[in-house]
């Protein structure tokens, strides 16, 4: 009897053990997989007033998490922009990605805000945009870093504005140093200033850049000889938060290629046309 009760305790135990093992793997699993979101569920992306705030807010977005955009390419596309205000103003003036296949996949590699609207102004004034907080879980795999300098054998290295350094010199100075010149991906910038009396901070978007807006910063540099590596293609916005700098024209808009090739909507399309699904 006692040999019975000692071999049942043994299965018991074996059997305890073999649940709280298949439960632990089933957590890590479910930790460490990424979620497809298909945008607008049935709706898919179009313009319906205030769907996608809704359809948002039910949800939890993580590093790794993908969305699908699923929508009729010829009268829409998916523009992801910058920052909060070129979201709420529909602009998509200076994006920093396109997409326009009508079944796109954008996976998220980073914390913070992402910003998407179609380029079709009438379809965004009326409701296609989608604002999407993304946390990062410990959990997963960490996304791989943006590739080194040094991948670059041919960046140059540009002073800007060479002899007269980063200071405010005039209105439209800085802006023909840029048009001068063609940078690409791995580039470097040198900002050469006075740190007592300027700095340098990188920001988000156009409208931004255009109200010489500092409280959002992407980064901040304030050594008075900063190096800036261009890791990404795109526009990118630099100005001084120094009262009246930036204003005066020290700001710079420097576009790095290569830039995404693809087609866009034509500007009656983009300006009049909105079909809603």
């Given at each position: 009897m006692a040999a019975t009760t000692t071999t049942t305790k043994k299965i018991n135990t074996m059997i305890f053990g073999f649940l709280v093992l298949m439960t632990t793997f089933t957590l890590l699993f479910d930790s460490c997989s990424a979620t497809i979101y298909k945008v607008g569920d049935s709706d898919g992306w179009t313009a319906k007033d205030d769907v996608y705030n809704s359809w948002?807010?039910?949800?939890?977005?993580?590093?790794?998490?993908?969305?699908?955009?699923?929508?009729?390419?010829?009268?829409?596309?998916?523009?992801?922009?910058?920052?909060?205000?070129?979201?709420?103003?529909?602009?998509?003036?200076?994006?920093?990605?396109?997409?326009?296949?009508?079944?796109?996949?954008?996976?998220?590699?980073?914390?913070?805000?992402?910003?998407?609207?179609?380029?079709?102004?009438?379809?965004?004034?009326?409701?296609?945009?989608?604002?999407?907080?993304?946390?990062?879980?410990?959990?997963?795999?960490?996304?791989?870093?943006?590739?080194?300098?040094?991948?670059?054998?041919?960046?140059?290295?540009?002073?800007?504005?060479?002899?007269?350094?980063?200071?405010?010199?005039?209105?439209?100075?800085?802006?023909?140093?840029?048009?001068?010149?063609?940078?690409?991906?791995?580039?470097?910038?040198?900002?050469?200033y006075s740190n007592e009396a300027n700095d340098v901070l990188e920001i988000n978007g156009h409208l931004e850049f255009k109200s010489c807006d500092p409280t959002s910063p992407v980064a901040v540099h304030k050594t008075g000889q900063d190096l800036v590596i261009l890791t990404e293609p795109g526009v990118h916005y630099f100005i001084s938060s120094k009262i009246g700098h930036c204003a005066a024209g020290l700001k710079l808009r420097v576009l790095v290629a290569p830039t995404p090739n693809v087609p866009k909507l034509s500007s009656t399309d983009r300006l009049t046309r909105c079909r809603q699904d």
């Open positions: 948002a807010e039910r949800k939890e977005f993580h590093v790794g998490d993908s969305l699908l955009f699923e929508y009729d390419r010829n009268f829409n596309d998916v523009t992801q922009v910058s920052g909060a205000l070129e979201y709420q103003f529909c602009d998509s003036f200076s994006p920093k990605a396109v997409y326009n296949t009508g079944h796109d996949v954008v996976t998220f590699t980073e914390p913070g805000f992402h910003y998407f609207i179609t380029s079709n102004h009438a379809c965004c004034e009326s409701g296609q945009r989608l604002d999407v907080l993304v946390v990062h879980d410990p959990s997963r795999p960490i996304p791989p870093p943006s590739p080194p300098s040094n991948n670059f054998p041919f960046a140059k290295t540009y002073k800007v504005g060479d002899s007269k350094g980063w200071r405010v010199y005039d209105s439209d100075f800085y802006h023909k140093w840029s048009e001068e010149k063609q940078f690409h991906v791995g580039d470097k910038l040198i900002f050469e």
